[in-house]
């Protein structure tokens, strides 16, 4: 739900820009706005879960997430419009990392692999799905039903948290870091919203760079913080945990790759090689194919090879895969568009799946809410400097080119650039000790 609806709204902008006499710029608002609730209120997930309890929390945030879909949906205006959707954010910053948490304190190591290639699906699957049900939707009912569908399946969320998750104590009353809390929510605020804008040229690229500035300037006063304090919202030194650190660090590179994904492609199949929305989305839904088919190999390759040997060669190929896009004209047959976007689904989705399972290997139970925050927040980051990377490059390679809009050859060097980030994550994957997860993976 989560991961569908911060994509699909993308899709419905035009029309709810008619319907509130607006222009889509305006309405943009909407999507900087649940961005930033994200950025604010996922460092704070950790120590609500602590302190409510990870099943009442996961709960609260998906009543959380359907009252601000019902608002949205409602919304009159384009002031409760973004209204909705700051409390849409407040609950999708908390049903993610709240739900990783459920997983890793009820599941046996044995069978985690498992259950976060059942996680990584959603992730992976959403925003591929989002543009063409968006398009969808927005065609044959109305760009409110983008909000009203979440209702039902939040409802059947509802019930099955609270049919089979069992209920657990709070883990403490410790007090929250709200000097922290501030100071990251600053930061991160500055660093998403000053990227957001750095990839809308209209705005100038002098306003997005002052608010990067600004917002690496609190992150900077984070960092200081986090030194100083007992027990800050974003624990700094779990980066000492070795397969924590690579993973946060090697999984950052790697999602960059990822996040420029359902940026580039769609809009490379619309605008550079004139098909339909409805084309592009039939051909974008093919790397959810290989993501799906990817869930019954994820523990048997773990088992076989481990984790490092798998991420640094499962990172190779889904640089290749990548890579090939870059490789894409508007003569391609579509054969091998699926062919390699299926592939490279696939592999993208195994290495997700290893670096959400590896990252918590050796994180002690007192502090995995710490770290599901932690992890969340760097997610949510890198997902979206994917974004930015992939646009600056298209934009900078057309600058070069003296074109005013994208050619092929445009959205062939984003998709370089963008794989050349994603290869770096692998060599830093290297630095895994050879039976990292042994106990997860199951290899000898």
Same mark, same amino acid.
């Given at each position: 739900?989560?991961?569908?609806?911060?994509?699909?709204?993308?899709?419905?902008?035009?029309?709810?820009?008619?319907?509130?006499?607006?222009?889509?710029? #305006?309405?943009?608002?909407? =999507?900087?706005?649940?961005?930033?609730?994200?950025?604010?209120?996922?460092?704070?997930?950790?120590?609500?879960?602590?302190?409510?309890?990870? #099943?009442?929390?996961?709960?609260?945030? !998906?009543?959380?997430?359907?009252?601000?879909?019902?608002?949205?949906?409602?919304?009159? +205006?384009?002031?409760? =419009?973004?209204?909705?959707?700051?409390?849409?954010? !407040?609950?999708?910053?908390?049903?993610?990392?709240?739900?990783?948490?459920?997983?890793?304190?009820?599941?046996?190591?044995?069978?985690?692999?498992?259950?976060?290639?059942?996680?990584?699906?959603?992730?992976?699957?959403?925003?591929?799905?989002?543009?063409?049900?968006?398009?969808?939707?927005?065609? $044959?009912?109305?760009?409110?039903?983008?909000?009203?569908l979440n209702l039902p399946v939040?409802?059947?969320?509802?019930?099955?948290?609270?049919?089979?998750?069992?209920?657990?104590?709070?883990?403490?009353?410790?007090?929250?870091?709200?000097?922290?809390?501030?100071?990251?929510?600053?930061?991160?605020?500055?660093?998403?919203?000053?990227?957001?804008?750095?990839t809308r040229p209209i705005f100038?690229?002098?306003?997005?760079?002052? !608010?990067?500035?600004?917002?690496?300037?609190?992150?900077?006063?984070?960092?200081?913080?986090?030194?100083?304090?007992?027990?800050?919202?974003?624990?700094?030194?779990?980066?000492?945990?070795?397969?924590?650190?690579?993973?946060?660090?090697?999984?950052?590179?790697?999602?960059?790759?990822?996040?420029?994904?359902?940026?580039?492609?769609?809009?490379?199949?619309?605008?550079?090689?004139?098909?339909? *929305?409805?084309?592009?989305?039939?051909?974008?839904?093919?790397?959810?194919?290989?993501?799906?088919?990817? /869930?019954?190999?994820?523990?048997?390759?773990?088992?076989?090879?481990?984790? #490092?040997?798998?991420?640094?060669?499962?990172?190779?190929?889904?640089?290749?895969?990548?890579?090939?896009? @870059?490789?894409?004209?508007?003569?391609?047959?579509?054969?091998?568009?699926?062919?390699?976007?299926?592939?490279?689904?696939?592999?993208?989705?195994?290495?997700?799946? +290893?670096?959400?399972?590896?990252?918590?290997? &050796? !994180?002690?139970? $007192?502090?995995? *809410?710490?770290?599901?925050?932690?992890?969340?927040?760097?997610?949510?980051?890198?997902?979206?400097?994917?974004?930015?990377?992939?646009?600056? *490059?298209?934009?900078?390679?057309?600058?070069?080119?003296?074109?005013?809009?994208? @050619?092929?050859? &445009?959205?062939?060097?984003?998709?370089?650039?963008?794989?050349?980030?994603?290869?770096?994550?692998?060599?830093?994957?290297?630095?895994?000790?050879? &039976?990292?997860?042994?106990?997860?993976?199951? /290899? #000898?």
């Open positions: 739900m989560q991961n569908v609806d911060s994509t699909v709204i993308a899709t419905a902008l035009p029309a709810m820009a008619e319907s509130f006499g607006s222009d889509v710029l #305006r309405l943009s608002l909407a =999507l900087t706005a649940y961005m930033l609730s994200l950025a604010v209120f996922i460092p704070a997930s950790g120590w609500i879960a602590d302190r409510f309890g990870p #099943r009442e929390v996961f709960r609260g945030a !998906i009543v959380v997430f359907c009252a601000g879909s019902a608002l949205s949906g409602l919304a009159p +205006s384009l002031a409760l =419009l973004v209204a909705g959707r700051v409390v849409q954010g !407040i609950g999708g910053a908390l049903m993610v990392p709240v739900g990783r948490l459920v997983l890793l304190r009820m599941v046996p190591k044995s069978e985690l692999v498992s259950a976060m290639a059942w996680l990584t699906v959603p992730a992976l699957v959403g925003p591929i799905v989002g543009p063409p049900l968006g398009g969808l939707i927005v065609t $044959h009912v109305s760009w409110r039903w983008v909000f009203f939040g409802l059947l969320g509802l019930v099955l948290v609270s049919r089979l998750i069992p209920g657990g104590k709070p883990a403490g009353r410790r007090a929250l870091d709200w000097p922290g809390l501030v100071l990251s929510g600053l930061g991160l605020t500055g660093l998403i919203f000053g990227a957001e804008l750095s100038g690229h002098g306003i997005g760079l002052a !608010i990067l500035a600004f917002g690496l300037g609190f992150c900077a006063l984070y960092v200081r913080h986090a030194r100083r304090a007992a027990r800050p919202v974003l624990d700094l030194r779990l980066l000492g945990v070795p397969s924590f650190g690579v993973s946060v660090y090697a999984g950052s590179l790697f999602r960059i790759g990822v996040g420029a994904v359902p940026f580039l492609l769609p809009t490379m199949l619309q605008v550079g090689f004139g098909m339909s *929305a409805a084309e592009a989305g039939l051909i974008t839904f093919s790397a959810s194919i290989g993501a799906i088919a990817m /869930k019954p190999a994820a523990s048997t390759l773990l088992r076989r090879y481990g984790f #490092r040997m798998l991420l640094i060669w499962n990172g190779l190929l889904s640089v290749v895969t990548l890579a090939a896009c @870059a490789l894409f004209r508007p003569d391609t047959p579509w054969w091998l568009l699926h062919g390699v976007l299926i592939t490279g689904g696939f592999f993208r989705s195994l290495q997700f799946t +290893s670096f959400n399972t590896i990252a918590f290997a &050796d !994180i002690r139970q $007192h502090r995995m *809410a710490d770290a599901t925050g932690f992890y969340s927040t760097m997610q949510q980051v890198s997902l979206t400097l994917g974004v930015v990377t992939a646009a600056a *490059a298209l934009e900078g390679s057309m600058h070069a080119g003296g074109r005013s809009s994208p @050619a092929p050859v &445009d959205f062939a060097t984003g998709f370089a650039i963008v794989a050349v980030v994603m290869a770096l994550s692998v060599p830093v994957v290297a630095r895994l000790p050879k &039976d990292a997860g042994a106990v997860l993976s199951g /290899k #000898r």
